[in-house]
């Protein structure tokens, strides 16, 4: 076929009159795109930071702030010999240790909040009641208000074992092992091996991590499914052998399914991916992954789905919190829902909340814009992920110990926003868009789409962070290597 000035579709790229129109457009503006944004959460966040430390500023937090910073040059001691056994093994039992530490401080703490309503849905389900659990603000008998996939895993184990808060902590633990191990692999996919080392060695001694151990969360898992998710991704573009996209497919099919049951916030993340990726490395095969994933994130979802219909008689396919979550988002906080509201079922109840929502945006919606570009500067400005989990227990954890853990934590959110921004400085021109940063313009074009509008903060952009720690291992490579030449 002659190409012309026509519009046609080859394996792996879009061409207009002879050239990769899409992908060599998208790629210039993409970059410009996620230099401008790395830049701005770099600044935002080291002002955030000059700020805590004025107020908080004490020996505990030299101290703490002393042990990140041997943990980066622990990580890139790590990079610079590869990931031995004796190393792995002892930057494991450290950590380890840490979230140990952590769990010692907290254990006689009661839980609120989500991490409570985590508790009481896997007793629930061990007391063979099903997923159900009561709510100071929503009331109780709450059946759909939470994803279930998190809860189910706690029980499971609880179920063995007994449920407390040791289950728990190693049910945290062993997420993070594990998604420290994906990233690696994850690294080493993409040819960035090295790279990948010293950013699993981060991961796992990352201090928001080591904090939230031992608190029910679910983000430590759903951070795991999106790495699996990206896995996937990448194993079926790498793979020259279309027979062989379905190994992916089934992956794909089966994270996006418990993704939607861990997150629902990120259900839509993987479609996401899938557009971005698709411009750089061909319609026909991510389209293909993605047709053929669906049946298999079909199966893992349709189990909640008959079970809310035989429960409601009504679809929902996620959980019916989104009328609620749209309130916070309207007012800046949770609301109770008015007396005949609370009276109906927790599907009409959540499209109720919904529309009360959008009127109070009708109402006035410049408020509503500001109370978004509010949460999502903050979201991209603090680092609290951690320590606002024992804000969250009572008796509160106390202020001589909350400070320098919030210290530590921003300082480390801090350094890698500064050495990912400064990845996109010292970048190759001449260097295609590598993949970390097509997963960074990927992440932010979710978050713009289906995120900011609904209630969104540090927890709701915490899968990026392996992403993140990639980018910032790749800038200390590039500094290292910049030193050594000038000496």
Known sequence: MSRGRKLFIEEEVLYFGGRKYIAVSAEKYELIFINIVMSIISVISMIWLTYLTIKFFSYEVVAESG????????????????????????????????????????????????????????????????????DGVYGGNLRSMYPPFYPVILAGLGKIVGLSREVVLSVNVITDLVSAYVIYRLGTMIGQRDHGRIAAA???????????????????????????????????????????????????????????????????????????????????????????????????????????????????????????????????????????????????????????????????????????????????????????????????????????????????????????AARYRLRDRNLPIDWPTLFLVAAFLHIAIFGIWFEFGVRHRYFMMPVMLLVAAKSISQLAARVRGGQ
């Open 67 to 134: 042990l990140w910073f041997a943990a980066i040059y622990g990580a890139i001691y790590v990079w610079k010999r590869g990931v031995s056994v004796q190393i792995f093994t002892f930057l494991a039992i450290l950590t380890i240790i840490l979230r140990i530490l952590m769990f010692s401080i907290s254990d006689n703490s009661t839980l609120q909040a989500d991490s409570l309503a985590y508790m009481k849905l896997a007793h629930s389900i061990i007391d063979k009641k099903g997923l159900v659990t009561g």
């Open 202 to 420: 981060l991961f796992f001694m990352w201090p928001a991590f080591i904090l939230a151990a031992p608190i029910p969360q679910k983000e430590s898992l759903s951070t795991l499914l999106v790495l699996m998710i990206l896995l996937s991704f990448v194993s079926v573009v790498k793979q020259h052998d279309r027979r062989k996209i379905w190994p992916g497919a089934v992956g794909l099919g089966v994270s996006t399914g418990l993704l939607a049951l861990t997150q629902p916030a990120l259900a839509t993340l993987p479609a996401s991916l899938g557009i971005v990726l698709a411009i750089h490395h061909g319609f026909r095969r991510i389209l293909a992954l993605a047709l053929l994933s669906i049946p298999f994130a079909v199966i893992v979802m349709l189990p909640w789905w008959i079970r809310n219909w035989e429960l409601f008689h009504s679809f929902v396919p996620l959980t019916t919190s989104a009328g609620h979550s749209m309130i916070l988002a309207a007012t800046g906080g949770w609301v109770s829902p008015p007396p005949e509201v609370a009276l109906l079922n927790e599907p009409e109840r959540s499209s109720a909340m919904g529309r009360v929502a959008i009127d109070i945006i009708r109402s006035d919606p410049l408020n509503y814009l500001a109370n978004c570009a509010k949460r999502v500067a903050r979201a991209f400005a603090v680092d609290d992920f951690g320590s606002a989990r024992y804000l969250s227990v009572s008796p509160p954890l106390p202020d001589h110990l909350l400070r320098p853990l919030r210290m530590v934590e921003q300082l480390a959110y801090t350094t890698v926003t500064i050495l990912a």
